[in-house]
C-alpha cells in the first residue's frame, strides 16, 4: 500500500529555474493538498483540490501552479524558483467527510 | 477563518513525567480538531482528532485531547512520556461545514524533547 508518493525527495535549483513536485495517491481521494513546511512556522497551505479539475489557492500560493488532470496526481510547479522557496513541501490526501489527512515523505527543496 | 496557536515552539521533559502541549484555537464556526505528529525526517501523522460527541479524545499509544470550546483549546496530555515520544506536535483545525472545511490549518508546531 504506496499511499502518498512524492518526488522527488531532495532537489536544488538555481534562481530562475522552474521544476514540477510530483504527487500520486493510490487511495482513490478526492481532496489532495500541498504544504509547505520552514522552521518555527508549522505548515502552511499552497494551493488544494477537491477533485479532478478543481484547484484552489490556499494560504501562500505565490509563486506555485498545480494542475489536477486525474484523482490520483496532483503535481505541484514552481515557475522562476527564489530563495525564500527553500523549504520542505508537503502533498497531502483524505477522502471526503471527515477523513484524516494522509502525507507524503516530503521534498526538500533549496534555491540557490 | 480559523487559526490555531501553538505558544510553546519546545517542551523538554524527562523520561516517565507528565507533559501538556498546549492549542488554542480561533474559529467563527464549529471546527474538527487534530493532532498530528512528526518524527524526525518523515511526514505527519495523524495522532487524534476531535470530530463531535465526547470531548475527550485518546489515541493508542497514551495521549490524550480535551477539546474545550468555552476556552477555544484543545491541549494534548500525557501522563507518563517515553524517549520514542520525541518529535515534533502540530495541532491543526478545519472548519465543521463551508467552504472553509476543504481547508486544514495548522498551529506553528511544538517540539517534545525528552530527555532520559
Redesign the interface.
Known amino acids: 500500500n504506496a499511499g502518498?508518493t512524492q518526488t522527488p525527495k531532495f532537489r536544488i535549483l538555481k534562481i530562475g529555474q522552474s521544476m514540477t513536485l510530483q504527487c500520486t495517491q493510490d487511495m482513490n481521494h478526492n481532496?489532495m493538498?500541498w504544504?509547505r513546511q520552514d522552521p518555527?512556522?508549522?505548515?502552511?497551505?499552497i494551493y488544494?483540490s477537491?477533485g479532478a479539475g478543481i484547484t484552489?489557492k490556499?494560504?501562500v500560493p505565490n509563486g506555485y501552479n498545480v494542475s489536477r488532470s486525474t484523482t490520483e496526481d496532483f503535481p505541484l510547479r514552481l515557475e522562476l524558483a527564489a530563495p525564500s522557496q527553500t523549504s520542505v513541501y508537503?502533498c497531502?490526501s483524505r477522502a471526503g467527510g471527515?477523513g484524516?489527512?494522509f502525507?507524503?515523505?516530503?521534498s526538500r527543496l533549496t534555491v540557490l | 477563518a480559523q487559526s490555531v496557536t501553538?505558544l510553546d515552539?519546545q517542551v523538554p521533559v524527562f523520561e516517565e513525567a507528565p507533559v501538556e502541549l498546549r492549542c488554542n484555537y480561533s474559529s467563527s464556526v464549529s471546527v474538527?480538531l487534530?493532532w498530528?505528529v512528526q518524527y524526525p525526517?518523515?511526514?505527519?501523522?495523524?495522532l487524534l482528532?476531535y470530530?463531535s460527541g465526547s470531548t475527550l479524545v485518546e489515541s493508542i499509544n497514551g495521549f490524550e485531547a480535551e477539546f474545550n470550546k468555552s476556552q477555544t483549546s484543545f491541549h494534548l496530555r500525557k501522563p507518563s512520556v517515553h524517549i520514542s515520544d520525541t518529535a515534533e506536535y502540530?495541532c491543526a483545525v478545519r472548519a465543521g461545514y463551508g467552504g472553509a472545511t476543504?481547508?486544514?490549518?495548522?498551529?506553528?508546531?511544538t517540539l517534545l524533547a525528552v530527555q532520559p
Open positions: 502518498v481532496y493538498y504544504y518555527g512556522m508549522g505548515l502552511k497551505l488544494y477537491v484552489d490556499g494560504e508537503f497531502a471527515t484524516e489527512l502525507f507524503g515523505e516530503g | 501553538q515552539s474538527y487534530f498530528y525526517n518523515q511526514g505527519l501523522q495523524l482528532k470530530l502540530f476543504n481547508k486544514l490549518i495548522f498551529g506553528t508546531g
